[in-house]
């Protein structure tokens, strides 16, 4: 009996034995099922020939590569509730290739088992290909068609030897399991042991950047599958070194602050083995390390040598990471400088400053900011790029002015400024006043005195004196005064240019600041033009002369002068200020018949006592010279012994200063002659009385204008 359930066993393993050697294995395509031979390697579409209700074979979801070279398959059990047959066991196969041969790995009996390790699978030398059926009972021994074959992920890790390592892997399966989570999540050993996560991708292969200066890594991929199983490549590795330096800084700005230092602004760098940053700067040879900042989220620096307010500088900045790998050089920006020069004849300052090179977007425009007496900056204008000048006009005097120019890029969110300077505005001070005190003739002369009144606090250069003929002509500028000339706040030049006795002439001042710019014209002020006339009617003389002006203090009136005979007398009369612009006086010098009638005249103007500055000034008019007609009578008899006792002519303003009086008798003899003007001829001759009868007189005179005349005629001598 025993051998007979033994033979029967036995009859019955070799049935099923021979069941899977002949038995069609069925797995899915795209286009039906598949009825695969695994003992030929041949694949035949057949269609239709699934059972409609057997037991199926459980969907396998994924394969973790040991590192060691085993694989542990993890699948998803099969719902066999619904199915007429009933579970007999799993039948694991494995193939080196995707079209076989397959190889039954081993058959588990147990319903709920979900895994199997594929010990001695060395597939961390080699891909595996794996599937998994269920054989069932439904009558006799079947098998169900395989859900899923799975390809073990294999990795390989080379080293091109740029700093980098490129891993490349197979797909799980093509398409991947429904359940699948599609993502490949790419691992990482350092140190031993320490696994880390470096990223993630939907794709079969990576580039890991090396950040590790020199060491062994190993690697390994996985993907997670919504079942709540991963699959596991192999262990793969290689030794490398870290040959890549950081991104490339941007450079955003170069400002300089507020003690004249260049303030350097960059993007944080990117790389994630960014250690620090090396400022550098450019000697006008080459480039010079000038600091090193540590810190890869450090983004701006002030080197402390920097002078950027002093002139530009040029700086650059470079990344280092931890194997000291430096990055290629930033962008190269420039410092603005800003440069003055202020005018102060025009109350301007002029701007100039360097463009800005490099910035992020480029220059969009410069604005160029004020403060006033340290308060707050604000914009003054704005220029385009390109113009690197402006002028700030209108500036105050005595007001501290700072201004700084500030680059804005394109888009607006970049700035950069400049250096800042301040300044004291200190305008050459101008005249509080000008005054020309007084223009006037000098006596007997043919010029004009011009004198005036200066500010000396106020920045002078020089002193410019014009003169007119008239109101309406244009003056001309006649003299010039330097400013080391004044004396006691008085400047005061002298006319010879002028003819005072046939023109008033009007005289103005002008202040010749230290800019050589004329400013602050005085008052204006109008010479006398005297003239005179004869009046024969009665011995006088007519003067008329226009009114001086102008005076702060007006004219308060005028005095006459008069000279008889060159000796000068006076005032002889004081005519008040009318006003009227034309003023008269008549001079009777009937009283000086003696004299020889010539008469000069000047008059003087007297200042009114309201001058604001105190003063009182007088101003002459010219000179005039009058000559009265002479009157000469002489008698034509005489008699010593009568009433006329001597023979003498009797004048009026005749000049005998060469007189002379000669008397001749019948024969031509000189019988008397005299110079003097008091002397007469009494009728003798070396003391002996002439015989009467008629005699013959020359007389020679001159008159008031100095012309010589000469009288002769006859004078009869009584006894």
């Not at 760098?269 to 400022?279: F, L, N, R």
């Not at 005519?575 to 000086?592: H, I, L």
């Not at 034509?636 to 009568?642: D, L, S, T, V």
């Not at 003899?669 to 008091?678: A, E, G, M, Q, W």
Request: aromatic content about 14%; proline content about 5%; charged content about 15%.
């Amino acid at each position: 009996m025993q051998k007979l359930v033994f033979l029967s066993l036995l009859f019955f393993f070799f049935s099923v034995s021979s069941a899977l050697q002949a038995t069609p294995v069925l797995e899915r395509s795209g286009r039906g099922t598949v009825e695969v031979n695994r003992s030929q390697g041949v694949c035949n579409p057949v269609f239709n020939r699934l059972p409609v209700r057997v037991v199926p074979s459980p969907s396998l979801r994924c394969l973790n590569v040991q590192a060691n070279g085993d694989v542990i398959l993890t699948w998803f059990l099969p719902d066999t509730i619904s199915a007429d047959g009933k579970f007999n066991s799993y039948f694991i196969y494995s193939s080196n290739n995707p079209g076989g041969p397959y190889t039954k790995l081993d058959s588990i009996f147990t319903y709920t088992t979900s895994s199997y390790t594929n010990v001695g699978a060395n597939a961390n030398g080699a891909s595996k290909y794996y599937y998994v059926q269920t054989r069932y009972q439904m009558g006799t021994l079947n098998f169900s068609p395989p859900i899923d074959t799975l390809h073990s992920i294999f990795l390989t890790v080379t080293n091109p030897g740029n700093g980098t390592a490129v891993l490349n892997w197979n797909a799980l399966a093509n398409p991947l399991p429904v359940t699948s989570l599609k993502w490949y999540h790419v691992y990482c050993e350092h140190p031993a042991n320490v696994w880390t996560q470096i990223d993630s991708t939907k794709g079969l292969n990576f580039t890991d950047t090396i950040i590790i200066c020199h060491a062994f890594l190993n690697y390994k991929v996985t993907i997670d599958d919504s079942m709540g199983c991963t699959s596991v490549s192999n262990i793969s590795g290689a030794t490398f070194s870290n040959i890549i330096a950081p991104n490339v800084v941007v450079l955003d700005s170069v400002s300089v602050n507020s003690g004249g230092q260049a303030a350097l602004g960059w993007v944080k760098d990117g790389s994630v083995d960014t250690k620090g940053y090396i400022i550098y700067k450019y000697n006008g040879v080459k480039w010079v390390a000038v600091d090193t900042v540590l810190g890869a989220s450090v983004t701006s620096f002030v080197p402390p040598s920097s002078a950027a307010g002093q002139g530009s500088e040029i700086y650059g900045v470079s990344a280092f990471d931890t194997c000291m790998n430096v990055s290629v050089l930033s962008n190269v920006q420039k410092t603005l400088y800003l440069t003055y020069r202020m005018d102060i004849c025009d109350a301007a300052m002029h701007l100039t400053w360097n463009n800005y090179i490099n910035i992020p977007g480029s220059v969009g425009s410069y604005s160029i900011e004020e403060s006033i007496n340290g308060g707050p900056f604000t914009i003054l204008a704005v220029t385009q790029p390109g113009d690197t000048t402006y002028t700030a006009a209108g500036l105050t005097d005595q007001l501290t002015y700072c201004f700084r120019v500030v680059v804005n890029n394109g888009s607006g969110d970049i700035t950069a400024e400049s250096n800042k300077f301040c300044y004291l505005v200190t305008i050459p001070s101008q005249p509080k006043f000008n005054y020309l005190r007084v223009a006037s003739v000098l006596v007997p002369g043919k010029s004009v005195k011009v004198m005036a009144f200066i500010d000396v606090t106020a920045n002078a250069q020089s002193y410019h004196f014009y003169r007119a003929s008239s109101p309406s002509a244009t003056p001309e500028h006649f003299a010039s005064v330097s400013v080391s000339t004044p004396v006691n706040s008085y400047v005061e030049v002298i006319d010879n240019a002028v003819d005072p006795s046939l023109s008033s002439y009007y005289y103005s001042m002008y202040v010749v600041d230290s800019c050589g710019t004329e400013r602050a014209m005085s008052n204006v002020d109008h010479t006398i033009l005297l003239t005179a006339t004869v009046n024969d009617g009665t011995p006088s003389n007519d003067l008329t002369w226009n009114d001086y002006a102008r005076w702060l203090g007006d004219v308060s009136s005028y005095n006459i002068y008069r000279a008889i005979d060159g000796v000068w007398n006076g005032p002889i009369a004081n005519v008040p200020f009318t006003g009227a612009g034309t003023n008269k006086y008549s001079d009777n010098v009937s009283a000086f018949y003696p004299t020889t009638g010539k008469f000069e005249y000047f008059v003087q103007a007297l200042e009114g006592p309201n001058d604001p500055y105190g003063f009182a000034d007088t101003s002459n008019s010219n000179v005039v010279n009058t000559y009265q007609n002479a009157t000469f009578y002489i008698p034509n008899a005489f008699k010593p012994a009568g009433i006329d006792k001597v023979f003498m002519p009797v004048w009026t303003f005749v000049d005998i200063s060469d007189y002379s009086l000669e008397i001749f008798d019948r024969w031509g003899l000189k019988v008397f002659s005299t110079t003097d003007k008091n002397t007469g001829w009494d009728g003798t001759l070396k003391g002996k009385p002439c015989e009467m009868g008629a005699y013959v007189y020359l007389i020679t005179y001159k008159t008031s204008i100095g012309e010589y005349v000469d009288r002769n005629g006859t004078v009869t001598l009584y006894r």
